[in-house]
Nanobody, 119 residues
Framework: QVQLVESGGGLVQTGGSLTLSCAAS????????MRWYRQAPGKQREWVAA???????NYADSVKGRFTISRDNVKNTANLQMNSLKPEDTGVYYC?????????????WGQGTQVTVSS
């Protein structure tokens, strides 16, 4: 099994910054792509950002230029640096990762961390 644990959420004012972290642990050969999703109250979960093992990144248009995803392949962690936060960034943020285990690639989710941006 693979466990993903997020941390770093909290309450911040509009325009503020937060950094979320995701740590992968358990039994795997490698962690491949890592992603962040978020879910606002009453809305569907939406993709926010992704990073490949090689460091290529991609962002949702709503966060482009404000959020930065990074990773450490030795520590099997991924961070999401969030700047210029807006109330619409409020939600539960989930880490998602593809792990290679034996001959299979499996996708895992973390439990989520709450981000609240006050206006």
């Amino acid at each position: 099994q693979v466990q993903l644990v997020e941390s770093g959420g909290g309450l911040v004012q509009t325009g503020g910054s937060l950094t979320l972290s995701c740590a992968a642990s358990g039994s795997f050969l490698s962690i491949n792509a890592m992603r962040w999703y978020r879910q606002a109250p009453g809305k569907q979960r939406e993709w926010v950002a992704a990073i490949t093992r090689g460091g290529n990144t991609n962002y949702a248009d709503s966060v482009k230029g404000r959020f930065t995803i990074s990773r450490d392949n030795v520590k099997n962690t991924a961070n999401l640096q969030m700047n210029s936060l807006k109330p619409e960034d409020t939600g539960v943020y989930y880490c998602n990762a593809d792990a290679t285990r034996a001959t299979r690639v499996e996708t895992y989710w973390g439990q989520g961390t709450q981000v609240t941006v006050s206006s």
